[in-house]
C-alpha cells in the first residue's frame, strides 16, 4: 500500500570533548589493544585494508607512529583526493577511491580507515551530525584508536571537530547508514537542524577558537544523549 | 626476539541440535527481524552481497522464499563451484567465487552468505570443527537466519550437518579466522583431535543417520562449552 | 576556442551476405586458426577472458562444439542479463555484467566475445548500424570465428542479424567506439537514418523472412562501401 | 599423444639506435597523431588507463608535458613500486599493481603505460631481450609516442636502454606474451644467450657509457632482423 511516510527525530546531545597533547596519543601493539577494537582492524565492505597493505606501507610505513602519522594520512588524503560531490556511488570502497581520487566525506573516511588498519591501527567509521558546518548537515568522519581511546579524523577538512556530534558508529558505512531502505521508497526532502540547548553562546565560543590552535590537539568526543 | 610458541586449546562441548520440518523456516520480512540480526544483512568485506545483487535476483530471485531457497542457493553453488584446494587465497572473495567457480569450505560459504544477504536474508559466517568429517578437522560453513533462529547450511556437502561445532560466528572469515597474525610467524604444525566425552555410543548413533532423512530435516545447533 | 562542431557522415552500402549451415561453422583448433585471428583469442579492456575461464567453462565447458554453443551463449545471455537502458557506464565490463546481469547491447556483446575467448574461439566486437531496428539505430553485437569465416551473433535478439551494417569491428568498445572525445564536449544531438540506394523492395523482402528460418542459419556479413 | 617439444629460435639483428635530446621529445596533441598510434591510446586488459585518470591526473597532470613528463612517471614507479619477483601473477593489471606496489618488469611496464594513455600519450608493450642484463634475459618496457617516434622507457632501472632488443610490441602483455600456450603444457628449460655478431668490441663500447649521460637522451631503438 504506496503512501506517505514521515520519519522525524530529535535528540538532545550533550557533547563531552577530551583533548590531548598529540604525542600522547600512541599507537598501540596488537597484543595491547583491548578486545573491543579489535574487529576495528579487520578489512570490512568499503574499507578493504588487506588490498592496500602494499600502498599503505609505500606511503605511511616510514613515518613515525602515532596521532602524527594519522594526521599524515589524512594530509595525504586531502592533498590527492578531490572532493566532488556525484562522484561516487553505494558501491565505491576505498581501493576505488585510492584510484580514481575524487570523493565525498564517506569516501575520505572510508580511505583514511582502511590505511589505518593497514598499519595496524584500529579505525571505525562515524556517522555525523556537523553543527559547525555551515549550513549544518550530516557527515562521516572516522576514528583511530591511539593511546587508550578513540581520536576523531576528518580528512576533508570541512567540519571542526569539536562540532562533530556522533550519531553512529562502525566499521564501514554498511554498518551505519542514515538508513537502510527496504522495498520502493523515494526520498523527498530532509530536514536537519540544530539550537543551542541552553547557552547560545557556548557554540559561539567554540567556533572563536583558532584553527591553529586545534591543529595541534588531538581530540576525543563522546555524547550523552537524550531523545525526545 | 624469535622462537618457538605453542598454543593449546582444548573444550569440552555439549552440542544441542534443534530439528525443524523446513517448511516452518520461513524468510522474515525486514521490518520483523530481530535487532540483533541486521547486521548480518549488510555487505562484508568478503560477502560483498550489493554487487550480487543482480546475479542472486537472477537466479533465485523467482524462487519461493524459506529454507527451500537457501538450499537451492546451496545447491547451485555445489554444482557450480568446484572444490579445489588452493585454488584461492585470503583475498578471495565472493565475487571472485561467482566468477572462477572454484574454491575451497571458506569460498563457498561466503558466496551462500553473500547470496542470502541480496535477497535480504540474514546470514553470517560460521568457523566449525567438523568432527564427523574422516578426519576430522576446522571447516567453514554459513547460518542463515529463517523463522525465528540461525539454521545451518553447508554448500559444500562435506561434513554432516549434526556433526559442526561452531568456533566462532561472524560477518565473514575477516571476522573468524582461526587465527590473526601479526608479525613474521610461520606455522609448523597444527593438530586437531577430538573424542567422545562420555558415551562412545552418541556420535555412532549420529553417523547410523541416514543422509537421505537429515535432507528433510533444518538443522539449528548451539553449544555450550567449557573451556580447560 | 569553444563553439559549435557538426560532423555528418553519409555512405552507401552494399550488402553481402553469407548463408550457412550451422552445423558447418564448427570450433577451430588453435593450431589451425589463421594468423589475423589470434588477437581475437587473447583478453582485452572490456572482454576478460581470462577471468571468465571458469564460469565459461562451469557453464559452456561441456557443450557440443560450434556455431551451436556459440548460439548457447547468446541464449544464456539473453535469459540471464537484463536489457536496461542506463544501468552501466563507460567502465563496465564483461566480469561486471556477468555478476550484475543487466546492461545495453554493448554490454552482451562484451560478455558474448569474453565467454568465447574463454573457451579458445576468436571473438570480436561489432560497431554496427541496424537498419532494421525500428526505429533504425546504432547498435552492437559480436562476431565469432568459426570454420572459415565470422559469424554474427546478437544475445540481445533486438535486431535481424540480416539488417545489421557492421561499422567497425575491433577487440571490444574501445577499439571501435562510435567517437572518442578529447576535451571538454557536450554532444547536442544524433540524428540517423537510412535509405534504401535503389530498390525499395530489397530491404522489404529481408523483413518477410521469417524468424523462425532465420534461426536455423549461420550468417556471415560484408559490406563494401562507398563514403560521398 | 604427450611428448617433448622443443623450440628454438635464433636471429641476427642489427641494432639502430636513435638518440635525441629530451626537450625534441614532445607530446603531440590527439588531432596531430599519426593514425597508427591511435589503437595505443586506448585502454587494454592490463593497461586500464580509463580507470586510472584520477590517479594518474593527481600525480602527473600538472606536470610538464614531454620527455621529462614520461621520465616522471617512470622515476614514480620506480620510487613507489617494489620489484618483488613472484609477487604478481597473469591476471595482475595497472591498476593492481598501482594499489599493491609490487610486480616485476611486465608490471612495471603496464603501469606506465596506463599512466601515459590516461593523459593522452600513445603507450605500447614491449617484449624485450636485454642482452646488456646480466646475465642477458628476456625484459619488459614500453615505448612512448613523444615528437614523432617511439621512445623507450623502463621503469625497473634494471637494464640499460641502448642493450634492449625488442622481440615485439602490442598493447600490452596479452598481445606480446613469449608463447601462448593452448592445452596442457609444462615448461622444463628455457635458455637464453647472446653474441656479438661481428665486432666484440661494439657491445664493450655501449657498456662503457655512463649512465649518468644516458639518463639526458632520449632513446629510440629499431631492429632489423634475419631469422635463421
Known amino acids: 500500500m504506496p503512501g506517505d511516510l514521515q520519519l522525524s527525530y530529535r535528540a538532545t546531545v550533550e557533547l563531552s570533548q577530551f583533548d590531548a597533547q598529540p604525542e600522547s596519543a600512541t599507537e598501540v601493539p596488537a597484543a595491547n589493544l583491548p578486545l573491543e577494537t579489535l574487529h576495528y582492524l579487520y578489512p570490512s565492505r568499503y574499507c578493504q585494508s588487506d588490498l592496500l597493505v602494499g600502498l599503505a606501507n609505500s606511503e605511511f610505513g616510514d613515518l613515525e607512529p602515532g ?11 586531502y592533498t590527492k583526493v578531490k572532493y566532488l560531490s556525484g562522484s561516487t556511488d553505494s558501491q565505491t570502497s576505498a581501493c576505488d577511491t585510492a584510484r580514481e581520487r575524487a570523493g565525498v566525506c564517506r569516501d575520505f573516511a572510508h580511505l583514511g580507515i582502511a590505511f589505518c588498519r593497514a598499519l595496524n591501527i584500529p579505525a571505525r567509521f562515524v556517522s555525523a551530525y556537523a553543527y559547525r558546518l555551515e549550513p549544518a548537515d550530516f557527515h562521516a568522519c572516522f576514528e583511530a584508536f591511539l593511546g587508550d581511546r578513540w581520536y576523531l579524523f576528518d580528512a576533508t577538512r570541512l567540519a571542526p571537530l569539536d562540532g562533530i556530534v556522533r550519531i553512529a558508529i562502525g566499521r564501514d558505512a554498511a554498518d551505519v547508514s542514515f538508513g537502510t531502505l527496504f522495498g520502493d521508497v523515494q526520498m523527498q526532502r530532509m530536514n536537519v537542524f540544530v539550537e543551542s540547548a541552553e547557552d547560545n553562546s557556548q557554540p559561539d565560543n567554540l567556533q572563536d577558537d583558532s584553527d591553529a590552535d586545534r591543529k595541534q590537539t588531538a581530540i576525543s568526543i563522546s555524547e550523552s544523549l537524550v531523545a525526545k
Open 67 to 77: 596521532y602524527a602519522r594519522v594526521s599524515a594520512i589524512c594530509d595525504w588524503i
